[in-house]
């Protein structure tokens, strides 16, 4: 292992940062000595914030406005931007970093764009190692901001300590669509862009969705993210929403729950080319893909 890499990440240099997560991203044995360094204390103290939402509804302006109430509180912050991938690279397209340029000279922000590489939930497999390498680099806080395309981003809540679920008024039958979703499991519901015409009526809907009254006080939060309106209560809630499920012993849980998640995510990564072989070889077309697949898995798992 690189141990200048190792030291220059542990100092919070933000180009170590990059390097170490491309290490991962490439499959590359240092950046698998490099994980297993890693400082599990700080991984500990980080919280990982997902936020998520549809197209529009502001996800990126109140990522910038929350990383701009992080530095006023003087800590260390990481953002990790889920782009769509290009179908033919594999890249990421929007490069969400160039929104983000209000915080481009500051060493404490640390901001990396991500492809999904197709993956319809929304996250791509080497997102969880990014996270933990930008708070063993010292990130009290870690951002994960998706690509925004709807349901099917269930994976940001396995992976984030806590989920905000951004809406804007304007989206009609969508909501609608949502609620037996991921609004259920967002831990914040932020109601974006709250001084527009029908966000009255999008708080309301809200509600209809959580029926405890506390609950609702507690987990509905309204902002206008371009002028940095309500921000500030947003992540003071965020942070006593993390104190608590800390206390309870929640926090602990989730985290247990997502290493299986995304052990297992690494596994299906990993196996997908040798099974993709395997099959090549062995399985004939006139075999049904479903018998096929048990009878693989069968050799393989006995």
């Known amino acids: 292992m690189n141990t200048s890499l190792a030291s220059r990440l542990h100092e919070g240099d933000p180009r170590a940062v990059g390097r170490a997560i491309s290490l991962v991203e490439n499959h590359d044995p240092a950046g698998h000595e490099l994980l297993a360094s890693l400082d599990r204390e700080r991984i500990n103290q980080c919280l990982v914030l997902g936020i998520t939402g549809p197209p529009g509804a502001g996800k990126s302006t109140l990522t910038g406005q929350l990383i701009r109430c992080i530095r006023e509180r003087k800590m260390r912050v990481g953002v990790i931007a889920v782009d769509p991938s290009s179908p033919i690279s594999g890249g990421a397209l929007l490069g969400d970093r160039i929104r983000m340029m209000d915080h481009a000279l500051d060493r404490d922000v640390v901001v990396r764009s991500m492809a999904t590489r197709g993956r319809l939930g929304g996250l791509c497999g080497a997102a969880g190692a990014a996270v933990r390498i930008m708070a063993a680099s010292g990130c009290r806080i870690v951002i994960i901001e998706t690509v925004g395309i709807g349901q099917s981003e269930m994976d940001i809540v396995s992976l984030a300590d806590l989920t905000l679920?951004?809406?804007?008024?304007?989206?009609g039958d969508d909501i609608q669509a949502m609620k037996a979703g991921i609004l259920e499991v967002a831990d914040l519901l932020v109601v974006n862009k709250s001084d527009q015409p029908g966000a009255r009526k999008l708080f309301l809907d809200m509600i209809t969705v959580l029926r405890d009254p506390e609950e609702r006080e507690q987990r509905i939060i309204e902002t206008v993210a371009s002028e940095g309106r309500g921000v500030a209560?947003?992540?003071?809630?965020?942070?006593?929403?993390?104190?608590?499920?800390?206390?309870?012993?929640?926090?602990?849980?989730?985290?247990?729950?997502?290493?299986?998640?995304?052990?297992?995510?690494?596994?299906?990564?990993l196996l997908a080319h040798?099974?993709?072989?395997r099959i090549r070889r062995t399985a004939s077309t006139e075999t049904d893909p479903r018998l096929a697949a048990e009878h693989l898995l069968r050799n393989i798992l006995k």
């Open 165 to 171: 679920m951004v809406l804007a008024p304007g989206f």
């Open 274 to 277: 040798p099974l993709r072989e």
């Open 233 to 269: 209560e947003l992540l003071e809630r965020v942070l006593e929403m993390e104190a608590k499920q800390r206390s309870q012993g929640l926090f602990q849980r989730r985290r247990d729950e997502s290493f299986i998640t995304e052990t297992l995510d690494w596994a299906m990564e």
